[in-house]
T-cell receptor, first 111, second 114 residues
Framework: QKEVEQDPGPLSVPEGAIVSLNCTYS??????FMWYRQYSRKGPELLMY????GNKEDGRFTAQVDKSSKYISLFIRDSQPSDSATYLC???????????FGRGTSLIVHP | DTAVSQTPKYLVTQMGNDKSIKCEQN?????MYWYKQDSKKFLKIMFS???????INETVPNRFSPKSPDKAHLNLHINSLELGDSAVYFC?????????????FGQGTRLTVV
């Protein structure tokens, strides 16, 4: 079992839909949880990060962490075609620890 | 004013050749990384440098050698290229004290070994 599991998709939704992207993990030492967005032929860019459990909202994006279930989610409201990209979750024990990435979920938002 | 820049963007080469990929960041970060992303999109850490010192060297073949002439540059040299080295290689950097959460990535170098 990999430390971080993420369904590769693709996930195809109509414009305006609410999107839910998820990751599970096995290492209970993870404290920092991140979501990166990667457009085709580009490098990943940090979208959001949270520390420990709870929710964090930024515009149309909400990150949710449930440490008891070892489950994190990213919700996208009112999805747009420009949201079409691969979304990678990543998590870290913090300090000098390098994040471990999921394999990414490909999201397609069609007009 | 690109933050993290890599060259070349594309690299096609034959098996057995030696090649280098260059990376530069103008963000003033102390820590730089090399990641490999395979065809299944897995992003795996290869090396990490903190202020020119290697602090992590994951189990990559010793044909791969990182070199950091100064804290703004981290180059990757690959000897005796193999078919399995074909992947996208990303350079990244992060600010000291941010627990590595806010890594900034370059655009990637797509390496194809034929």
């Amino acid at each position: 079992q990999k430390e971080v599991e993420q369904d590769p998709g693709p996930l195809s939704v109509p414009e305006g839909a609410i999107v839910s992207l998820n990751c599970t993990y096995s290492n209970s030492a993870f404290q920092y949880f991140m979501w990166y967005r990667q457009y085709s032929r580009k490098g990943p860019e940090l979208l959001m990060y949270t520390y420990s459990s709870g929710n964090k909202e930024d515009g149309r994006f909400t990150a949710q962490v449930d440490k008891s279930s070892k489950y994190i989610s990213l919700f996208i409201r009112d999805s747009q075609p420009s949201d079409s990209a691969t979304y990678l979750c990543a998590m870290s024990r913090g300090g000098s620890y390098i994040p471990t990435f999921g394999r990414g979920t490909s999201l397609i938002v069609h007009p | 004013d690109t933050a993290v820049s890599q060259t070349p963007k594309y690299l096609v080469t034959q098996m057995g050749n030696d090649k280098s990929i260059k990376c530069e960041q103008n963000l003033g970060h102390d820590t730089m990384y090399w990641y490999k992303q395979d065809s299944k999109k897995f992003l795996k850490i290869m090396f990490s440098y903190n202020n020119k010192e290697l602090i992590i060297n994951e189990t990559v073949p010793n044909r791969f050698s990182p070199k950091s002439p100064d804290k703004a540059h981290l180059n990757l040299h690959i000897n005796s290229l193999e078919l399995g080295d074909s992947a996208v290689y990303f350079c990244a950097s992060s600010h000291p004290g941010t627990v590595n959460t806010e890594a900034f990535f370059g655009q990637g170098t797509r390496l194809t070994v034929v």
